[in-house]
């Protein structure tokens, strides 16, 4: 992945940082990951441009928009590699979200998870980089497919 990169060094860090702060409650976790990102990093050094460079990879993470560079997308594509993974772990993976989510009434989380999944299966890709794409696509949607299903029951 690094020969993929312009900036590893950035990459590493958006990605150690892009869920620093998590809390399933709440819709500001990514703002506040790159806040805690911008902050530590500022403190240890790191130059002005790089860290906003960290603190965009991070705040795109939260899958609004289209990544603004390769780097950008390598970092998206990693934060959505699980969907791609093997049956099993995408399937430990969605139990996972559901324990995470267990103050959310079932009716009401499988509505929501479904929205969520079908959004994703909706993009012409789900992985903006060609690599991801060639490599995760074809399970990413098997398994996209698969949860899908299983949740209308």
């Known amino acids: 992945?690094?020969?993929?990169?312009?900036?590893?060094?950035?990459?590493?860090?958006?990605?150690?940082?892009?869920?620093?702060?998590?809390d399933p409650r709440a819709d500001d976790n990514e703002s506040r990951s790159a806040a805690l990102a911008v902050s530590r990093l500022h403190a240890a050094g790191v130059a002005t441009e790089r860290v906003a460079r960290i603190e965009r990879m991070i705040l795109a993470t939260a899958h609004q928009d289209r990544p603004f560079d390769g780097?950008?997308?390598?970092?998206?594509?990693?934060?959505?590699?699980?969907?791609?993974?093997?049956?099993?772990?995408?399937d430990d993976y969605e139990?996972?979200?559901?324990?995470?989510?267990?103050?959310?009434?079932?009716?009401?989380?499988?509505a929501a998870r479904q929205a969520v999944l079908v959004a994703l299966l909706g993009r012409p890709a789900i992985y903006a980089s060609a690599s991801f794409r060639k490599r995760?696509?074809?399970?990413?949607?098997?398994?996209?497919?698969?949860?899908?299903?299983?949740?209308?029951?």
């Open 71 to 90: 780097d950008a997308a390598l970092v998206l594509d990693i934060d959505l590699a699980v969907l791609g993974a093997d049956a099993r772990t995408f």
């Open 1 to 22: 992945m690094r020969a993929q990169c312009t900036d590893a060094a950035a990459v590493e860090a958006a990605l150690w940082y892009h869920d620093a702060v998590y």
């Open 136 to 153: 995760w696509e074809a399970p990413a949607r098997a398994n996209l497919s698969r949860s899908i299903a299983a949740l209308a029951n």
């Open 95 to 110: 139990r996972a979200v559901r324990r995470e989510y267990a103050f959310v009434p079932e009716a009401e989380f499988r």
